[in-house]
């Protein structure tokens, strides 16, 4: 009896150490930083000004290589969405437009194509220790390159709220994973922006809608549209009105014809998209005739 009293604890003690090994040894996932208020109710911001540093549609003297990047300024938070694909151009339209990238906050990637991350190289060159907010099922190459970089990564799956009126939109998978960024303005509501769209432009701002539960003002970047058949593009454009948007901004791989598409039959919603295009939303203040 004594005998099988001590193989019996021999056997649970031996179960105990390979289990506390296992436990050990599963990998340490990377947790993207949570605020303490809850998503669908992020709050809003007084007012958004939005610089177009990046966009293959040409405008005057600036670069206007294929990619996007946006400046991105509220009174709590400066962002740059998305970086473009040439540290230079970046460098030189920045400077032309006057805007300083030194003093960013963060940086959001929406997915990990090169024509919206190689500009990073030249933030680098100005502020390493910047968080760099990605998907979390970005490939461990595209993290390792902007680790390597200097950057912290914070990681998002879920749509998360990062500051008060500002919030991610959760990844969708296209291919690749994507995710997006919306900004709530009081009286207007949200203004999304989206690198590629290729999960689908209509689904992205539907799911913003959605999860911050606040309606869509506008959208502004890539809608993945170039060479779509008219009816794709007819569909989308009816779907993004549909959800309730004000203002379509489409830039980069939306492609020529849905531009004009959207120009020639809905001329009150379409805005013309380009680099170094300066647009501001903010809120709507009522007049009140003095006595």
Partial sequence: MRNANKLLVAVSSLFIVLSLIYVISLPRWEKPYL??????????????????LI?????GNLSSPWGISLYI???????????????????ANSEKLGIDLASLNIVVISHEHSDHRLGLSYIAEL???????????????????????????????????????VAIIGELYGPPYEQALAVNVKDLGLIVFVGCSHPGVDKIVAKAKEDLNSKPYAVIGGFHLSGAT?????????????IGLKKI????????????????KYPEVYGDGHVGLRVTFQEIKEERNKA
């Fill in 35 to 52: 605020p303490s208020y809850e998503t669908r109710e992020i709050g809003n911001v007084k007012s958004v000004h939005v610089t177009v």
């Fill in 55 to 59: 966009d293959n549609n040409p405008y």
């Fill in 73 to 91: 300024k509220t009174e709590n938070l400066t962002i740059l969405f998305d970086a473009g694909p040439s540290p230079e151009a970046l460098e």
């Fill in 127 to 165: 502020n390493r220790n910047l968080t760099v907010y990605v998907p979390r099922h970005m490939s461990g190459s595209c993290k390792a390159w902007i680790r390597n970089l200097g950057f912290n990564i914070s990681e998002i799956e879920d749509t998360t709220a990062i500051s008060c009126g």
């Fill in 230 to 242: 008219e009816e794709k593009m007819e569909n989308i454009a009816d779907n993004l009105l549909k």
């Fill in 249 to 264: 901004y489409p830039m980069h791989c939306s492609g020529g014809a849905f531009r004009r598409l959207l120009r020639e």
